[in-house]
Structure formats: C-alpha cells, structure tokens
C-alpha cells in the first residue's frame, strides 16, 4: 500500500502511534501500527492483547482468528497475543462483556470515531492510561 494513503500516525491521547505487534505482524497495513486509511474500511485501529474469551467470541461471530490459515501467512492467535482490531467490533466486545486489554498508544486516533475515549481507557493496560 503506498504510504500516501495512511491517515497521520497519531494514538488516540495525541501522541505519535507506537508500534502494536510484529510478532504476529498486525495492523491493516501489515506494518506492526494500526495505521489507517480509505482503504481500510474495518478501522483496524484499536491495539487489543487477545484474550480466550475474546477469540472465542470474534469465531463465534465470524471471524476466527484463532486459527491458522497458513495460505494467507496467518498462524492464527492466541491469548496474549496483540492486534489492530477494527473498531466496531472493539465496541461489540465491550457492549458484551467480552472486550479485551488495550495499548492506548498503540490506538490509532481515528479508532474514536467510533469507540469513545473513556471506554478505551476502561481497558487499557496500566503502563499505558496516562
């Protein structure tokens, strides 16, 4: 993807957007942020810590990402493991409960177009909710 269609790389407290995972490579740009852009339709932009419950209930609803799909170099995740959500499903998560962990400097801005900010800082991991 060129690097002229990203939005500016900027976390959701205004700070430059820090890396999400590059083991497993995350983000809709496969580049370790949850950079976005117009091609991004999903807003793969909240950096979430995967949990069981979570992954279960993202397969339960379609999309598995638990398991591997070695046809797409994707090993499949696990519990502990980060990755740019999109952010309607963030907000799902939390609407049942089941949302996971978030590095809110690891969240792009534009992910509060949809999730709002105090419901983030509900979940974020305590070294990053300053």
């Known amino acids: 993807m060129p690097q002229d269609d990203r939005l500016v790389s900027v976390n959701v407290l205004g700070g430059p957007l820090k ?15 949850c950079d976005t852009g117009p091609l991004d339709r999903g807003q ?4 979430a810590v995967m949990t069981e419950e979570f992954l279960a209930m993202s397969k339960y609803l379609g999309n598995d990402l638990s398991t591997p799909r ?13 990755w740019c959500l999109c952010a309607e499903r ?8 089941a949302a996971p ?5 690891s969240t792009h801005q534009s992910a509060l177009n949809v ?6 800082l509900q979940y974020a991991l305590p070294e990053d909710a300053h």
């Open 19 to 33: 890396p999400c995972s590059l083991d497993p490579i995350t983000g809709f740009y496969r580049n370790g942020c």
């Open 44 to 47: 793969h932009t909240v950096c």
């Open 70 to 82: 070695p046809e797409f170099g994707f090993a499949g995740l696990k519990a502990g493991d980060q």
């Open 90 to 97: 963030f907000l799902q998560a939390h609407q049942e409960a």
């Open 101 to 105: 962990k978030v590095r809110i400097a």
């Open 115 to 120: 999730v709002p900010l105090a419901v983030l």
